[in-house]
Every structure is written in structure tokens, then in C-alpha cells.
């Protein structure tokens, strides 16, 4: 499966990408939330990180999680809020990103193993 990383920053994306591919994850970048929301329709994205700097990451997050909830969609950001999200604290580090990337593949199992199930009437 493929890591989706959005933001427009080279830097970011140039160290998180390298995180990834010493943790064995393919990866693919967009530089915003338009083309990310094209390559989830298109299938094939386990897991989402998007930059909180990114216009409508938040908006993406909620979008991606109704829509996708298979997806772990991670916000990377330097100020984690105590909520049901998953992120990637900043500044990055490998350790940091390998542990995200863990919590997010433990989501993703949780989602499989317990599906959404919708009233009937």
C-alpha cells in the first residue's frame, strides 16, 4: 500500500519522504488537498500525512475520515491536540515518523477488524 504525503514544502516533504523509505513505505506527494482527495478516489492510499499548514487540512482530515475511514489520515503538526486524530508531532525525527506510521497501521487494523455498521430500518 502507498503513504500519500501532502504539503507544498520541499523540505518537508524531502526529509518525511526519506523517514518513510528507511521505514520500508512507498510513497507518493501531492502539493495540496485537491489532488489528494483525486489519488484517494482513485484507491490504492493506506495512509495519509498532510501538513496542518496545508489550506483545508482540517476540513481534508474530516472529509477523508467520513468518506475513507479505512485511511489513517496523520496531521502533521508542532502542537497535537488531546482529540480522536491521529498526527505527526513536529520537528520531525525518524523516530517520530516510524512511530506515527505504526499508530496509523494500528488504526487502519482497528477500522478492518471493527466496521462501521449502519442501522437498518
Not at 489550506?55 to 489513517?72: K, M
Request: proline letters at 7%.
Amino acid at each position: 500500500m502507498l503513504t500519500l504525503l501532502v504539503d507544498d514544502d520541499p523540505f518537508f516533504i524531502t526529509i518525511t519522504r526519506r523517514f518513510l523509505h528507511l521505514g520500508g513505505y512507498a510513497v507518493e506527494t501531492v502539493p495540496d488537498v485537491t489532488q489528494a482527495h483525486q489519488l484517494l478516489k482513485e484507491g490504492g492510499i493506506s495512509t495519509v500525512i498532510i501538513s496542518e499548514t496545508i489550506r483545508d487540512s482540517n476540513r481534508f482530515w474530516e472529509q477523508a475520515q467520513r468518506y475513507y475511514p479505512e485511511i489513517a489520515v496523520l496531521l502533521a503538526t508542532s502542537n497535537p491536540a488531546q482529540d480522536s486524530r491521529l498526527y505527526l508531532p513536529m520537528p520531525l525525527s525518524l523516530e517520530r515518523v516510524l512511530k506515527a506510521m505504526q499508530e496509523a497501521d494500528l488504526h487502519r487494523h482497528e477500522q478492518v477488524e471493527s466496521p462501521v455498521v449502519y442501522p437498518t430500518r
